[in-house]
């Protein structure tokens, strides 16, 4: 949960690259971009094999990401993803790469998914000019275009009636995309998730939502945020179709999502998915998570989907070497990705003008 | 109210913790024997305590404030000794924290909801706007909705666009609402305890930069402050400087450098920002002839904009100068560039020396 740390200075204190130095754009990551249905590998374990990478490359990502944060080259707040990667991977994996996907502050791991190179995130972190938001974002409002990630929100319960928005445009234009929103069991609380919810359903909206239910909303158990234990319940109010299931399996998860987004794209119809998931690190980066035990941590920890994912190649015969390989090629894209925010300039002042609003305004 | 802080932070290069090592002594404090030091949260914690064990209809409630203690551990304490009927935690939901809040003053209680972020106030904005700060009025007079509302302003924590926010003249611009910024614990503890005596709903902001950096003696049991009263923190003859809160040490930190230059600032703690002491402020800047406002919320229809506005109606014949603004951009609050946006001594310096050259 978000308690103040002494802010660190110690990035902005260290010189800037030198100006001649070469910057690399993000876009010549070496990341896979998110494959699509028809351009994926075709064996099914191969395609595990490649949610696997996936997962890893999250987790990894996310690993580095606390410890630059002990470093002070991130500042102010980070929410990991770790334990919760099955979830955005399998999710993602359901959809067309030209289908939106939204989601609230705990964005990293869902944007990789969505295919955002490791290069632009981790500079966005280091808040740095090469980063997807230049810099100016930060940790919880990642937002690539090109791979329709419509960004992370820090105001929770806020994006969902933006992702009814998105759908809506996407039904008036008759594009055939479908959205996937991402939110947690805290935001069930508030109305920007009633508001959302009302207006898919009436609408008729090519919509998937998803409860990331990890159990916790901050230092908070659902049992004392929620007078109802099952999350789509919530559906029913609305006349809306619902599914609810544990994220344990990868590719379980990837098939539930793909029929709710099959009703999106084939019928124009919303869906409710609660998938109950578990995050083995604090609610944030300041978050000693003294609301659990460390016992009910290690249960959690046991069932690892990103484990099992792997014990079940190695069960399906793929070869050690390639999981190695596998495995070694993510450890080289991460550190690429921080190489690559280390060495990327900080964005100017200049900036702010022009980002705010699209001509000049400052007097 | 005296303060020591140490050397002028060149840009980014020291942490907030370094640079203020903030002893205050504020006015609240004289009188006492020996008193404890605390640092911001221990105040207002401490002023929480007190105004519960003084009065049964005071409750809590918001996310987190129960079993956590808050997300900055200002109800630390609260739920364990008051029980979780009197600190409530709630659902995420601040359009139902706060129109529950005032429901619970119309019955008569007064409740202290707490939002974990003034970003965060905008779902609970329009029952504070449509339904709190009309109440008094629309019954006649009837009925105040005494609630106290509390909640963590202002950047320097790195926390990007929404968790760096001031947004304080969105609420100094709704009629029936007080809003108050303490600077300092002593303050911070004897201006919650008024605002939670103060029949009016009041914003209570607190700084959170320097929720921990600001350490001071606080008087034990009651403080009895007025709201609406701003504290000369600082006596000068050159330049009137008005701020408030964290960038009240800032301020400082810029006249201890423009005293090196023979410039000499008086430095006004607002303190209470509505009702303004506008008495305070007139009766410097007739000293003075020069001001500054100093504000960390984007430039335009910020307060300092009300606050020209009205030296300008009372005192336009003293000025020297044209009063200026040194504020955040017109922009949302940046991650990065969080040593540019916010109006730190390095920029205030100048628009001091820029005014007492006029
Ligand atoms: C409107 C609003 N209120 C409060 C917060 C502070 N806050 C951030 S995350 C959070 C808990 C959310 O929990 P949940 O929705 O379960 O998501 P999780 O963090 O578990 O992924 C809270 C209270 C916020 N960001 N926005």
Known sequence: ?363 | MRLKRGVLRRRGLVPMAHMIRLESVSEAGTGAMTMPQMNMVQAITDGLRHAMKRDERVVILGEDVGKVGGVFRVTQGLYEEFGDERVIDTPLSEGGIMGCAIGMALHGLVPIPEIQFADFIYPAYDQIVSELAKLRYRSGGEYSAKVVIRTPIGGGIRGGLYHSQSPESLFIHVAGLKVVCPSNPADAKGLLLAAIRDPDPVLFFEPKRIYRAARGEVPEGEITMELGKAAVAREGAHVTVIAWGAMLYEAFAAADEASKKGVECEVIDLRTLWPVDIDTIVASVKKTGRVVVVHEAPKTCGFGAELVALINEKAFLHLEAPPVRVTGFDSPFPYTLENDYLPLAHRILPAVLRTAQF
């Not at chain 1, 993602?92 to 995130?121: F, Q, S, W």
């Not at chain 1, 035990?293 to 994912?309: F, G, I, S, W, Y």
């Open chain 1, 1 to 363: 949960m978000p308690q103040p740390t002494t802010p660190s200075h110690d990035s902005q204190s260290e010189a800037k690259p030198a100006a001649a130095s070469p910057t690399p754009t993000p876009g010549t990551s070496t990341a896979p971009s998110q494959l699509g249905p028809e351009t994926r590998p075709s064996g099914e374990l191969d395609h595990l094999a490649f949610l696997y990478r996936q997962m890893l490359l999250i987790r990894r990502i996310e690993e580095e990401c606390a410890r630059a944060y002990a470093e002070g080259k991130i500042g102010g707040f980070l929410h990991l993803y770790i334990g919760q990667e099955a979830v955005g991977v399998g999710a993602v994996a359901a959809l067309k790469p030209e289908d939106y996907v939204i989601t609230t502050y705990r964005d990293h791991g869902i944007a990789l998914a969505k295919g955002m190179p490791a290069r632009a995130i981790m500079a966005e972190l280091f808040g740095k000019a090469t980063g997807c938001s230049k810099g100016l974002g930060g940790s919880m409002h990642m937002f690539d275009r090109e791979h329709n990630m419509l960004g992370g929100y820090g105001i929770v319960g806020g994006h969902i009636p933006l992702a009814a928005g998105v759908a809506f445009a996407s039904k008036y234009r008759g594009d055939g995309k479908v959205t996937l929103c991402f939110f947690g069991e805290g935001a069930v609380s508030i109305g920007g998730f009633h508001e959302g919810l009302s207006l898919a359903a009436l609408w008729k909206l090519p919509i998937v939502f998803i409860c990331e239910n990890n159990e916790y909303s901050m230092g908070t158990p659902l049992s004392r945020s929620m007078s109802v234990e099952d999350v789509t319940t919530k559906a029913l109010g609305y006349g809306i179709d619902r599914d609810r299931f544990f994220a344990s399996d990868v590719l379980e998860v990837e098939q539930r999502i793909a029929e709710a987004v099959q009703r999106a794209r084939e019928q124009s119809l919303p869906t409710l998915v609660e998938i109950r998931t578990y995050r083995f690190r604090g609610h944030s980066m300041s978050d000693p998570a003294k609301y659990r035990t460390q016992a009910e941590l290690e249960e959690q920890k046991k069932k690892d989907p990103m484990h099992r994912a792997r014990a079940r190649l190695s069960a399906g015969g793929y070869a050690e070497t390639r999981l190695k390989a596998l495995e070694e090629d993510v450890e080289t894209e991460v550190a690429d990705a921080v190489k690559f925010a280390n060495e990327s300039p900080e964005p100017d002042a200049s900036l702010l003008e022009e980002t705010t609003y699209s001509g000049p305004f400052a007097y």
